[in-house]
């Protein structure tokens, strides 16, 4: 039985059909987001579609298989078989945790114009990740982005500049498996600049494994003290 991935591609390929329809491409998107909680947990409901209609991808939220939130992009990997440049993970698309847990009753309170404070803060650092993984994204398109890799990224959102390290997330399975393909999730993660120079000079392994000891490893989180 052919999957969607293939039967949409076949749909591009074809003579006379210029694009697959918005509601295959919805399909195909809700599908890959589904596989994608096998690996990072619940996948929340999605509320901010209807607002965030700026042109940047689509990041979803995840709880329950670390605590706080996995925010992961799922556009990356089109159904045309384009995407970011292939790295040793293959396909893949972008996750950042953070330790903020998504507010309890927030949709009620989001869709009923009644947020609260801690609301707008959890909204603006949805805001932030989701512009850096916008950024990298736009990167990986046309550079290969590795695992140990490091760049800067200047956030439309704060007008900072973040500093910003990659891993390859590994849990018991490192890839999640959608239409019988299996893809990566590159790991990207925020350190302070004297951290920064740190995996410049020793590399971002040697970085990592000192985020591991001090338990900072794989959230981004930049309200604690430089680790050197």
Not at 146 to 173: Q, S
Not at 216 to 223: A, G, Q, R, V
Request: proline share 4%.
């Amino acid at each position: 039985m052919m999957g969607k991935l293939q039967w949409l591609q076949k749909i591009w390929a074809a003579g006379g059909v210029a694009e697959a329809s918005k509601s295959d491409m919805e399909t195909f998107t809700h599908d890959k987001v589904k596989a994608m909680g096998k690996l990072l947990g619940h996948r929340h409901e999605f509320v901010f579609k209807d607002i965030l209609k700026d042109g940047k991808l689509e990041v979803r939220e995840y709880q329950g298989k670390l605590p706080g939130t996995a925010m992961a992009t799922c556009q990356l990997i089109g159904p045309d078989g384009e995407g970011p440049k292939p790295n040793k993970l293959g396909t893949y698309e972008l996750v950042m945790f953070t330790k903020v847990k998504r507010p309890e009753g927030f949709v009620v309170r989001y869709n009923a114009n009644d947020v609260t404070e801690f609301d707008r803060a959890y909204f603006k650092l949805y805001l932030v990740l989701r512009d850096i993984m916008d950024k990298v994204g736009k990167i990986a398109m046309e550079d290969v982005i590795e695992p140990k890799d490091a760049l800067d990224v200047t956030c439309e959102v704060t007008g900072r500049t973040y500093h910003c390290v990659f891993d390859e997330l590994k849990f018991k399975r490192n890839h999640f498996e959608f239409e019988g393909e299996d893809h990566g999730l590159l790991l990207c993660v925020l350190v302070f600049e004297s951290e920064y120079l740190y995996a410049k000079n020793n590399g971002v392994r040697a970085l990592m494994n000192e985020f591991k000891k001090a338990e900072i490893y794989p959230y981004s989180n930049l309200k604690r003290k430089p680790l050197m």
